[in-house]
T-cell receptor, first 110, second 114 residues
Framework: GQNIDQPTEMTATEGAIVQINCTYQ??????LFWYQQHAGEAPTFLSY????GLEEKGRFSSFLSRSKGYSYLLLKELQMKDSASYLC???????????FGAGTQVVVTP | DAGVTQSPTHLIKTRGQQVTLRCSPK?????VSWYQQALGQGPQFIFQ???????QRGNFPDRFSGHQFPNYSSELNVNALLLGDSALYLC?????????????FGPGTRLTVL
């Protein structure tokens, strides 16, 4: 079967760092996306990895290991507005069909 | 440049009814995908349209059907509504020849089936 697993919830303090892990086992792989989704809103793009290694984009970084079926999203210098659900999604083919994990709810406390 | 738009924002229906949801893709995009997101879950792929044809389909029954128009906009139709169809329905658009086929999501239609 196809599986994308990520923790259900993580809590961290404002200014801290949080790492959200994602493991996947899918029939196809054409890259891995991370999306941020605030309650009741559309997912918004954070990062894309298709090759192994680290991609850095301001306060957000994402890492991929294809051989291990593993990715993580690193959020640095947490702000209150970062409280949201973070979705790990594998692109299964060249047409961009996405399979999502259930999402990790990040709660940032003062 | 308008992003992906969807209508209506919210919808309440009763079991057995039929519903049509609409999506206009981001300017320059030619591919539209639909996803269903139940509360507390990640989005699930329903189907994808390109050149007015259903290109691929997820694990959803035939009650779910769609259409793409020449201007690339799309509709999702659901017949014989069940309580379990209550969800946020997301439309995503992309360019077939775009970089890594990034999907841009609309704000969604919240469907409640009573």
């Amino acid at each position: 079967g196809q599986n994308i697993d990520q923790p259900t919830e993580m809590t961290a303090t404002e200014g801290a760092i949080v790492q959200i892990n994602c493991t996947y086992q899918t029939s196809g792989f054409n890259g891995l996306f991370w999306y941020q989704q605030h309650a009741g809103e559309a997912p918004t793009f954070l990062s894309y990895n298709v090759l192994d290694g680290l991609e850095e984009k301001g306060r957000f970084s994402s890492f991929l290991s294809r051989s291990k079926g593993y990715s993580y999203l690193l959020l640095k210098e947490l702000q209150m507005k970062d409280s949201a659900s973070y979705l790990c999604a594998v692109s299964l083919d060249s047409w961009g069909k996405l399979q999502f994990g259930a999402g990790t709810q990040v709660v940032v406390t003062p | 440049d308008a992003g992906v738009t969807q209508s209506p924002t919210h919808l309440i229906k009763t079991r057995g009814q039929q519903v049509t949801l609409r999506c206009s893709p981001k300017s320059g995009h030619d591919t539209v995908s639909w996803y269903q997101q139940a509360l507390g879950q990640g989005p699930q792929f329903i189907f994808q349209y390109y050149e007015e044809e259903e290109r691929q389909r997820g694990n959803f029954p035939d009650r779910f059907s769609g259409h793409q128009f020449p201007n690339y906009s799309s509709e999702l139709n659901v017949n014989a509504l069940l309580l379990g169809d209550s969800a946020l329905y997301l439309c995503a658009s992309s360019r077939r020849d775009g970089p890594y086929n990034e999907q841009f999501f609309g704000p969604g239609t919240r469907l409640t089936v009573l």
